[in-house]
């Protein structure tokens, strides 16, 4: 089974940059069990990414008032609605979950397992490669969690929510 980890956002968009940190944190300990890269697309050019493996975690922020900065939640992309903002789909391009079935349409190995590990952040207009301090406190548990599916597998069903 090949898995891949996809850490999205910007680095260069301070707390959008989480899911590349995040990635970066998973790298080393994951080196023999996944390939992990560090991607800014979405839509058809993330699915292009994903051609070839079985599963797929991604890992990218969330802007939310509704959950603390630096919540966790994890997530299959089955189970989120067919539309988001920020790397999964632009204006220019289509959502990842049509993608994928644009993708499999024709003819592509592409993962039937796909998770989502996404951070909480309030907005991404601040330009800095830093982290804010609740978004940089939940790199570590969101790494865990990132490690945590690679050996015990992804699960069938999710909905985890982590402070």
Not at 56 to 84: K, Q
Not at 94 to 110: D, N, P, V
Request: charged content about 20%; aromatic content about 4%.
């Amino acid at each position: 089974m090949k898995t891949l980890i996809v850490g999205l956002g910007n680095p260069i968009l301070g707390d959008d940059g989480v899911g590349w940190k995040v990635a970066e944190a998973v790298q080393a300990a994951a080196a023999d069990e996944a390939q992990v890269v560090c991607l800014s697309v979405g839509g058809l050019g993330l699915m292009e990414h994903l051609i070839g493996y079985d599963h797929v975690i991604l890992i990218d922020a969330f802007i939310t008032d509704r959950e603390a900065m630096g919540s966790i939640l994890v997530r299959r992309l089955d189970d989120l609605p067919n539309y988001s903002a920020y790397h999964i789909t632009n204006a220019h391009d289509t959502s990842l979950q049509q993608a994928l079935q644009l993708g499999r349409k024709l003819g592509a190995h592409l993962p039937e397992k796909i998770c989502v590990v996404g951070i909480a952040i309030r907005r991404i207009r601040d330009f800095g490669d830093e982290l804010s301090p609740p978004v940089a406190q939940a790199v570590e548990s969101a790494a865990h969690i990132v490690l945590n599916f690679l050996k015990q597998g992804l699960p069938v069903s999710l909905s985890t929510s982590v402070h």
